[in-house]
């Protein structure tokens, strides 16, 4: 009897552990099979915000691969709704959107032209106005008092310069300053002579009356120190420096300096420093080695030596200055013109190359996911295959609809960009050219 209890005992306990190893083997393939059907993902955005900002998925863009992405679904559960299936197709076929907003929003529609401005200087930033300062030496040595054809050369010089100064741009400012003007030619009175240069119109503002009687307080006596002119000119000037300012000296002589000063080197320091002046010479009625003399000085202040014989050459001269600046000012506008449309055509099609990508890769992105809605269909998984279509469709006509507007948006930006910076640059030619024709 104990025996026989004793081997019923051994029994229950060989068939207790074969069931618990059973039992346990069965609950790990369970797991291991519900594993294998249940992939966890994430809920997908319904808003077209989060949907350009959810991707990419695991076979986006080039790494899509149909037979990897069948394989995928095969794992799927049986019997999914539209919202369940919706969220493995984002996660495994979401193209890469994120790039392609990152440089839109980057993209500067901003169109802001920088041509180099008539004189040398660069437009400012900000559309300041640039500062032109003119300086006028003039030489009233003795042999200023002589004739050429049309009258005295300092009487045509006087007229030539006040005409000139009247018709400088508006918010020019203007000087006047003369050398050789006291004592005489004679050699008694050289050195009182090679020390007078004066300013008689400090600079400021065209004023035709005050301007007119600067011009009366002087005739021609003395020598030509034309080289310390040049160096007190530096002096007038010093206060007027920076990227807005543009200096322009014009030296009117009949002579080279004959007070043992360099002009050339006063000519070349001037240029060089930090007032940048640009130093022209009108040799008026000059010898052959005059000239050769004065257009050295123009070469080392960097501007240009010109000789006029008579009071019509001068006059003409100044209103070839006028003309060549209108030209150049001309020039400019067209060009500056031309700039604008240029980026405008830069961005436009930056932007138009960004939007549609945008537009393709949506479209392949829809493309892909209605073939693997398709398969699913096709293998039973899905509870309602109508509803995952419309779930898909819905999304690619959001990101279309954000594609369609980000593009007019930016488009209209661009072309009110272009306009604007356009008209502001026929606006400046045209008042520029209205000033060169007072």
Known sequence: MKRTLLWMLVLCLVFSSGC???????ADQADADKDSNEVEVKQAATDVEGMLREGPGKYAGDKYDEEKVKAELDKLPDNMTADEAYNHLVALLAEDYKSILRELDALDPTIKTNIEEPGGVNAPEGNLPKQVNVEILLDASGSMAGRVSGGVKMDLAKEAIRNFSSKLPEGAQVALRVYGHKGSNQQKDKE??????????????YDKATFQKSLNKFRPTGWTPLAAAIEQAKND????????????????????????GDPVKAAKELHESEIQAIVNIIGFDVDNEGQRALKKVAEAGGGKYTTVSSGEDLQRYLEEEYARLRVEWMTWGSKSYLDAQEQWGDKWNEMTNLTT???????????????????????????NPVELYNRIIDRWRKINAYQRNRYKELDKVLEEERINEQQKVKKKEKEMLEQYDR
Do not use: H, W
């Open 237 to 260: 000037l010093s206060e007027n420096t920076g990227e807005n300012v543009e200096n322009i000296i014009y030296v009117v002589s009949d002579g080279i300096e004959t007070c043992g």
């Open 20 to 26: 618990s190893l059973l039992s346990g083997k069965n």
């Open 192 to 205: 009182l002579s090679c020390k007078s240069t004066e300013v008689v119109y400090p600079l400021g503002a």
């Open 357 to 383: 990508s945008l537009s393709e890769r949506n479209f392949q992105e829809n493309s892909r996911m209605l073939k693997a809605k398709n398969y699913l269909e096709k293998m039973g998984k899905l509870q």
